[in-house]
Nanobody
Framework: QVHLVESGGGLVQAGGSLRLSCTAS????????TGWFRQAPGKEREFVAH????????AYTDSVKGRFTITRDNLKSTIYLQINSLRPEDTAVYYC?????????????????WGQGTQVTVAT
């Protein structure tokens, strides 16, 4: 129902910041809860953050709390991930996703729609 496209990744020095964007090029993102996930080489896909349909609630995995912020702009059908104080262990492909679920939003199996991913590389 929605087609998602991520952007904003790149190569950044440790301690730097990036802002990732995910836009629904078709469909209305306001009807879905959305999340960010990441996958590093040789590791399983990891939940990063999710945000509710009206942005009333958000949640983060412990490893990014205080450094990452998820937001959304339903008028633009876009969600964002502001990532600050980047560390080498943040290096991964970051994916956005959308789900009709209201529960278990940390579970990637509940997300029906995924973007293609954007690479974040933190220099060591």
């Amino acid at each position: 129902q929605v087609h998602l496209v991520e952007s904003g990744g790149g190569l950044v020095q440790a301690g730097g910041s990036l802002r990732l964007s995910c836009t629904a090029s078709s469909g209305r993102l306001s009807t879905y809860a959305t999340g960010w996930f990441r996958q590093a080489p040789g590791k399983e896909r990891e939940f990063v953050a999710h945000i509710s349909r009206d942005a009333d609630n958000a949640a983060y995995t412990d490893s990014v709390k205080g450094r990452f912020t998820i937001t959304r702009d339903n008028l633009k059908s876009t969600i964002y991930l502001q990532i600050n104080s980047l560390r080498p262990e943040d290096t991964a492909v970051y994916y956005c996703a959308a789900t009709g679920s209201y529960v278990r939003l940390h579970d990637p199996n509940l997300y029906a729609y995924w973007g293609q991913g954007t690479q974040v590389t933190v220099a060591t």
